[in-house]
């Protein structure tokens, strides 16, 4: 089975924008092989209908919907039937709206369309990469050919189906995968980068402005949304983000072209990962933006991150406590040009490019091969 001139219908619970994760890159990646994607965005809002969109990405169609019934989930708890119902009236309006038949239907939204068989596609993916603690995930895990996630935490949520399950890791788009080693530096500034979504509730904020606040010589470069967008909103967070702002050493950026951060990352001398796993530790098991740090060869200093335990440790300076990670960063702020040596950052960019996404349809595409069977011997 080989992603190459299929039709592909995606399924994503984020918005097509500027800010870009998981689901929007896989849809980049099967565009430049030559497939056709149609990118569902979550519902809109308005007249009842189905809307197509070129994006600016060749092979790319935005798709965007108003649902027969808002708030479709609700309705479940009271009658499966009339869900069901529902549910097989958008999904007939989308497919009627495509101009061709998709081959794939790929999901990373549990929230729709649980049964994936009911578009009637070859194959039917679904694609979590984030830990979901409602039970809908599992309606969605039940019906698809097969499941992909990014971490081990997240697939054994599903241990007790039959549906085959697999680990990809997070993927590195192509604009990351031609960094080289950086040189020597220019000055003694040392600047640390943070690539996210500020607003994801995951962080550790007292940890984060304890280690602004107590390496007041560090460059604090945030790149990524910090005020409502296709990701998310301020609420809950409003008071933290006040607090980072008056931090003379903070440099908000907002949230940048693919491009634009590939660029600028190259510049930093060293990278943080400042999440809460005492707190949320399935939720935060794995980060797309570590793969992105790596790329430069600098040096990530993370809380725990258990893919990363497992996948990469000695590549990451890596604390097994929270307590812990305001001390680790100040000891690799003494020594950072030790732990950006040339065999280090080779090391790190070497796993990195290991990761792209281009490889990663390849992994998948050897899954299916294996382990699937579509109502095509040609798929």
Not at 166 to 178: Q, R, T
Request: proline share 4%; net charge positive; with cysteine.
């Amino acid at each position: 089975m080989k992603f190459v001139g299929k039709c592909i219908l995606i399924i994503s619970p984020e918005r097509w924008g500027i800010n870009r994760i998981s689901k929007h890159h896989y849809a980049i990646a099967l565009a430049q092989k030559e497939n056709q994607v149609y990118f569902l965005n979550p519902p809109s809002h308005g007249l009842y209908r189905v809307a197509l969109t070129q994006t600016e990405i060749p092979n790319v169609t935005l798709v965007d919907y108003t649902p027969t019934l808002k708030g479709l989930n609700r309705v479940l708890k009271y009658s499966e039937f009339l869900f069901t119902l529902f549910n097989g009236f958008d999904i007939q309006k989308i497919k009627k709206a495509l101009p061709k038949k998709p081959d794939v239907v790929w999901s990373f939204d549990p929230f729709r369309f649980q049964n994936l068989k009911r578009f009637n596609f070859q194959l039917s993916i679904f694609h979590p990469v984030d830990y979901y603690q409602d039970r809908l995930d599992l309606k969605v895990a039940q019906w698809a050919d097969i499941i992909i996630s990014v971490s081990q935490a997240i697939l054994d949520r599903y241990k007790q189906l039959s549906t085959p399950r697999f680990f990809i890791n997070h993927g590195l788009s192509a604009l990351f995968l031609n960094h080289k080693r950086s040189s020597q530096k220019i000055d003694n500034v040392i600047r640390c980068g943070y690539v996210g979504n500020l607003l994801s509730f995951g962080i550790h904020w007292p940890n984060l402005l304890q280690i602004i606040t107590e390496n007041s010589h560090v460059e604090f470069h945030f790149i990524g949304p910090y005020q409502t967008n296709n990701l998310g909103n301020t609420k809950g967070v409003d008071d933290q983000i006040n607090e980072l702002k008056k931090c003379g050493n903070v440099i908000l950026y907002g949230p940048l072209s693919s491009a634009e951060i590939s660029d600028k990352i190259r510049t930093y001398d060293l990278f943080l990962i400042c999440y809460n796993p005492e707190l949320y530790n399935k939720v935060v098991s794995n980060s797309h933006k570590i793969l992105e740090y790596l790329s430069t060869g600098k040096v990530v200093v993370a809380s725990l991150t258990t893919t990363y335990s497992i996948l990469a440790n000695d590549l990451i300076e890596m604390v097994d406590d929270s307590a812990d990670l305001p001390e680790r960063f100040k000891k690799v702020v003494d020594d950072v040009s030790s732990y950006n040596s040339i065999e280090q950052q080779e090391k790190r960019i070497a796993f990195a490019r290991l990761n792209s996404y281009e490889n990663h349809l390849i992994e998948i595409e050897q899954l299916i091969s294996t382990y699937i069977k579509t109502t095509h011997s040609d798929f």
